[in-house]
């Protein structure tokens, strides 16, 4: 097996023990010579994420607060690793540097971004490789889209220089120089952007979890994990809210053909899901491969008669959306209604501005709005060639008794989705669950 970029997640960096547990990971293959660590997370259910601690600084920051308490605790986080590896490294001198360019330079990127930066110098320092900093490497656009081919030569041309280097993810830089973050969780996609750009055989993204299960394992209790999955019902699953991988992290490599390792950093003998573009002549595990969902997306319904031969009736309504700055997940329609759905915090502030303008430039018969619903997606590649598997979704969700307020298919038909209320979201996973597991 060749070169392998690993990356590990914040519960994997979380305290010294962890650190421990990554160095041997790293040590037992040499082929894993590229690391991107994230921002130490969770060391117990209660504890604060450094990244979370970083926007609290932000914020008391920009509030003109004292933000020193705040400090002191993510201080403690990085010293106590320090510590107890025994490390002879000086952390301190880089965090009173951050600590004191905070004021001057207050964006909420440059504060967040400072988490894996950190990290990153520490572990660098621990396993004895060179520290590449990602704001040399990572390149956004003025408007903050990542610039992937400009990305893709700094880290071929930095790391052709570096066999083994450790690369901090989540963070890159903006053309004038200013740190941008992705948004969260999004060190995946700094581990998936090197990998691509020194063509890895494998991409191994470490975590507290054997792999991707068939649900989430706050829902179901030891679901089923998933040994194979493709790249395109990932990314399903990802967008529609399994966030054990960033949505974005599976294009970069997806492209080229490198295949994702999921793994345990508490369990690295598990062999973890593999993440592949297909699953050769090998069948799928069942009918279906996942089941995800999100909470908190806003129903616009209009209807109208005779909708269906009124022309640009929809290209009206989008343009409403477009000038308020509001993108939407799914539009399904019927001969003289159409539906919205949109996420809750994208519509924030802007409901009643969008309904005014609906009801002036379209005219309908009515408009319905409904809060507090959920959208669940159950992604199978084998979906497309199987019948009754709907049959079998909505009758598990009618014997729990669940009203399904929307319904709509992915146009790759691996995928269907279904609008329920937030309050029966964690019941519907179950009853699917059940009806394709048990
Ligand atoms: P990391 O800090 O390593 O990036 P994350 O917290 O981002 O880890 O992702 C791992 C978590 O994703 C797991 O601890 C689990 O709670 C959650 N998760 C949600 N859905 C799934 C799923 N379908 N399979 C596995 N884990 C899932
Ligand atoms: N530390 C960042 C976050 O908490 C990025 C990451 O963990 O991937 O979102
Ligand atoms: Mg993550």
Not at 5 to 24: D, I, M, Q
Not at 127 to 156: R, S, W
Not at 180 to 193: E, P
């Amino acid at each position: 097996m060749g070169l392998k970029v690993v990356k590990f997640g914040g519960t994997s960096l979380a305290s010294a023990e962890a650190f421990r547990k990554v160095k041997n990971i790293i040590e037992q293959d040499p082929n894993r010579r590229y690391v991107v660590p994230s921002a130490p997370g969770k060391r117990f259910n209660d504890d604060t994420k450094v990244t979370d601690l970083l926007y609290q600084c932000y914020e008391a920051v920009s509030n003109g607060q004292p933000y020193d308490h705040i400090f002191n605790a993510i201080k403690e986080r990085y010293t106590s690793i320090v510590t107890g590896l025994e490390l002879d490294y000086d952390i301190v001198c880089h965090l009173d540097h951050v600590y004191k360019t905070l004021p001057s330079t207050v964006t909420p990127d440059y504060a967040a971004s400072r988490g894996e930066y950190l990290n990153g110098l520490l572990l660098a320092a621990y396993l004895g490789v060179p520290f590449v900093d990602a704001a040399n490497v990572i390149f956004f656009n003025a408007q903050g889209q990542l610039d992937m081919a400009k990305t893709e030569a700094a880290i071929k041309e930095k790391l052709a220089d570096y066999p083994r280097a450790v690369i901090p993810g989540f963070y890159g830089s903006l053309p004038n120089g200013e740190i941008k973050t992705f948004s969260r969780g999004g060190s995946d996609i700094t581990g998936a952007l090197v990998a691509r750009a020194v063509n890895a055989a494998m991409y191994e993204n470490w975590t507290d979890v054997s792999g991707i299960y068939m649900a989430d394992p706050r829902i179901i209790s030891q679901p089923k994990e998933i040994s194979h999955i493709t790249y395109s019902e990932l990314r399903e699953l990802a967008y529609a809210g399994a966030n054990v991988l960033h949505e974005d992290a599976i294009y970069p490599v997806r492209q080229v053909g490198i295949p994702i390792n999921i793994r345990n950093t508490n369990r690295p003998e598990d062999p973890g899901t593999l993440i592949i573009s297909s699953n050769g002549n090998g069948e799928a595990e069942s009918d279906v491969t996942g089941i995800a969902g999100r909470k908190d997306f806003v129903i616009i319904t209009i209807e109208k008669a005779l909708m269906h031969s009124e022309t640009g009736f929809v290209r009206r309504l989008l343009s409403i959306l477009e000038e308020e700055d509001i993108s939407f997940e799914h539009m399904p329609s019927g001969i003289d209604s159409v539906s919205l759905v949109i996420s809750e915090c994208q519509l924030k502030g802007k409901l009643e501005t969008v309904i005014a303008k609906i009801d002036k430039r379209l005219e309908p018969d009515k408009v319905e709005v409904f809060h507090e619903i959920a959208l669940i997606a159950t992604v199978g590649r084998r979906m497309v060639y199987k019948k009754g598997i709907a049959a079998r979704l909505f009758t598990a969700l009618a014997e729990s008794g669940i009203n399904i307020r929307l319904i709509a298919q992915g146009s790759s038909e691996m995928n269907i989705i279904i609008g329920i209320e937030n309050k029966d979201f964690d019941q519907a996973v179950k009853s699917i669950y059940n009806a394709f597991v048990n």
